[in-house]
C-alpha cells in the first residue's frame, strides 16, 4: 500500500499486502501524495449518486478532485467495458469464463493506475473511484466463487497491493440495491442503444454471495472500509459520507498536506 497515512497498528492487514510510509515512491517511481477513495457495494447501492455528489462537494471547498470507474476511464478500461458489461457481448464472442472476467478486471485496473489514479495522487490530487479491487473479491471471487485468495493474489501481482486510503461500502439491504438497480436499468435501455446488465441475469443466490463477500471485507478491514448499511435518503447518506470523507481528509493532511485551497499551487 503506498498511500495509507492514517494506518492504525492494529489493522489487519491484506494477504500479501504491503505498506510503505506515506510520500514514499511506488512502483511508477512516483511520490503518492493525495488521497485515494473509492466507492462500493452492490448495483443499486448508490454509488454513482454518490461519487456525483462527493465530488461537487469537495470540489465547492476548492479541492482538485479526480473521479474516475473502475472498469473504464481509459481508452482500453471503455472496451474493456463495454466487453465485461454489455448483456449482448456473449451473443458476439461467446461465453466469457469467471476467469477471464477476472483477468480483464484486472487489465482495466491496471491501465488506469498507471494513467489516472497514481498520476493524479502524486499531484496531490483526491481521486475517487467507483468500484476497485473489492468489487472483484466481491463479485468474481464471491458472486462467481472464484474466492477471495485468487483476487487477492492477483491484486498483489498486477496492481503490486495498492489499496485505497479509505473505501465508502454503501450496503442498504440487497432487495432495495436490486429493485433500484432494475428500474434504471430500464430506463437506460429506452433512453440509449447500450445497456451494462450483463451481471444482471444472475440469481439471487449469486446477489448474496457478492452482498455477504463484501460484509466480509468490511469486518476484515474496519479501518480501511466504512460500511453504510442503512436504506436511508440520497441526501442523508451524502451527508454521512461527507462526515467520513471530512474526518479521514483532516487525519491524511495531518500527517501530510495535499492539494487544497491553501496548499495547492
Ligand atoms: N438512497 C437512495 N434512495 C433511493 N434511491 C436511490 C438512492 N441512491 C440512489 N438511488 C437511485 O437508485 C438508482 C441506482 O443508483 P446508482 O447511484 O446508479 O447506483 P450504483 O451506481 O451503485 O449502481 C438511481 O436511479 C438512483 O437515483
Ligand atoms: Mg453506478
Known sequence: MACRAFLAPREIRMPGGHHKPPGSRDTLGLMCHGMFITFE???????????????AALEAEGRRVVSLRNPGGTALGDRIRAILLDSRSESELGAITPTAELALMFADRAQSLAE????????GAIVICDRYTDSSEAYQGGGRELGSERVLELHHAVCDGFQPDLTILLLPPLESSLRRARRRNERHIQTSG????????EGDEFYRRVYQAYRNIAQREPQRVVAITEDARIEAIASSVLTVVRERLQAHESARPIASPQTAS
Not at 457495494?41 to 449518486?49: E, I, N
Open 41 to 55: 457495494g452492490l448495483d443499486g447501492s448508490g454509488k454513482t449518486t454518490q461519487v456525483r455528489r462527493l465530488v
Open 116 to 123: 489516472i489514479v497514481k498520476p493524479a495522487l502524486a499531484e
Open 194 to 201: 447500450t445497456d451494462e446488465n450483463r451481471f444482471e441475469r
